[in-house]
C-alpha cells in the first residue's frame, strides 16, 4: 500500500458542527485532536475544517469573515470568530455567582455532581483557587447532612480527599439500604399486634380481649358463660332491692364471684374499689347505673383476686 493510500484512511471521523446544540470549545478540542492523530499537516488545518464543519456553520462564517473569504483566515483566526459569535465569554461575576449557588440535585450522584462544578468553573477564572473553590462547593453543596458532618470533622481537608470520602460514604449508605431493603421482608419479621393481658376470673378462666364487641366481665357479675355467680346479663336491681355489698349487683354477697376480690383501695378482701367505703363520697354507685356504665368495672382493672 502506498503513502497516499494510507493518507486516505483516516483515523475516526468529525462529524458536521451543529449549530445550536453543539459545543464549539469542544467541536475545536476533538478537531485538533484529530488533526494529531491523522498527522495533518498546520497547513491543512483551515481547509479541514471548512470541509467538515458543513453547510451551515460554514455559510454563518462567511458572513461573519465579509468581505474576506474564510480561506483567507488561519486556524485560530476562524475559530476565534466563531467562538465570539457563538459562545461569547460570560462575565465572571455571573457564572461564580452560579457555581457558588450550584447544589447537588436529589436524583444527582456525588461524581455527577462534580462533574457539573468542574464544568462551571472553567468560566469562573478562579485560577490557583480552583481547588479549594471546587471543594468548598462540593461539601456546601451535598443533599447528605451526615456527610458533610463527617466532611467538617476532617483536617487538612483538600478537594482530592472530600472527593473521596464523599464518594465512598454515598456508596456505603446505598449498599445499607439495599440489604435493609432485602432483609427486611424475607426475614419474615412483620408487626406484631400487642395484647395486654387480662385478669383472671373466678373459676380459674382467663378473660379475653377480642373488640369492643366481645363479651367481657363487668358489672353485676357478668361472665363470659352462663356460670354461676351471675351469670348472664342480668336486668338493673329495682329500688330497694338488695344490693351486693361486693360488686353492687342485685345478688347476695355471699353468692357474688367478686366477694374474693381484694379492693386495690383499702387492700381488703371482700369487695371492689367502687365498692370501698373509703370511696363511697367519690364513687357513688346508683342501682340503675350498675348494669349501663360498663366503664367502672372491665377486664381493665387492677383489683385481684384471692384463689
Known amino acids: 500500500m502506498g503513502e497516499a493510500a494510507a493518507r486516505t484512511m483516516a483515523v475516526g471521523k468529525i462529524p458536521e458542527f451543529k449549530i445550536g446544540t453543539d459545543n464549539w470549545r469542544l467541536y475545536i478540542d476533538r478537531l485538533e485532536q484529530y488533526f494529531l492523530v491523522n498527522e495533518i499537516e498546520t497547513t491543512l488545518y483551515v481547509p479541514t475544517l471548512i470541509t467538515v464543519m458543513g453547510a451551515e ?7 461573519l469573515c465579509t468581505p474576506d473569504k474564510p480561506s483567507t483566515k488561519t ?45 462551571m468553573s472553567k468560566d469562573c477564572d478562579f485560577g490557583t ?23 467538617f470533622t476532617e483536617e487538612s481537608l483538600d478537594f482530592a480527599k472530600a472527593y473521596k470520602l464523599a ?12 440489604v435493609e431493603g432485602r432483609t427486611g421482608p424475607a ?21 379475653q380481649r377480642a373488640g369492643r364487641g366481645a363479651p367481657r366481665a363487668g358489672r353485676g357479675g357478668r361472665a363470659g358463660g352462663g356460670g354461676g355467680g351471675g351469670g348472664g346479663r342480668g336486668k338493673a336491681p329495682a329500688r330497694g332491692a338488695q344490693r351486693c355489698a361486693a360488686c353492687g349487683g342485685a345478688h347476695d354477697k355471699a ?50 383476686q384471692i384463689l
Open 255 to 304: 353468692g357474688c364471684q367478686f366477694a374474693r376480690y381484694v379492693c386495690r383501695v383499702c387492700n381488703r378482701q371482700g369487695h371492689l374499689k367502687r365498692m370501698c367505703p373509703n370511696m363511697a363520697e367519690q364513687y357513688e354507685v346508683h342501682a340503675n347505673t350498675v348494669m349501663k356504665d360498663d366503664n367502672m368495672f372491665s377486664e381493665d382493672s387492677d383489683e385481684f
Open 167 to 178: 464518594v465512598s460514604m454515598e456508596a456505603a449508605e446505598k449498599d445499607s439500604a439495599l
Open 57 to 63: 456553520c460554514y455559510e454563518l462564517l462567511v458572513n
Open 187 to 207: 426475614s419474615g419479621a412483620g408487626t406484631v399486634e400487642c395484647q395486654a393481658m387480662t385478669p383472671r376470673w373466678a373459676g380459674g378462666q382467663a378473660g
Open 129 to 151: 483557587w480552583l481547588e479549594d473553590s471546587l471543594r468548598d462547593q462540593l461539601v456546601c453543596g451535598l443533599q447528605s447532612e451526615t456527610i458533610r458532618q463527617r466532611l
Open 75 to 119: 486556524f485560530a483566526q476562524v475559530t476565534s470568530i466563531l467562538e465570539k459569535h457563538l459562545q461569547p465569554k460570560p462575565s465572571i461575576l455571573a457564572e461564580r455567582f452560579k457555581f457558588r449557588h450550584r447544589k447537588q440535585s436529589a436524583n444527582e450522584s456525588i461524581s455527577e455532581y462534580v462533574a457539573v462544578l468542574k464544568r
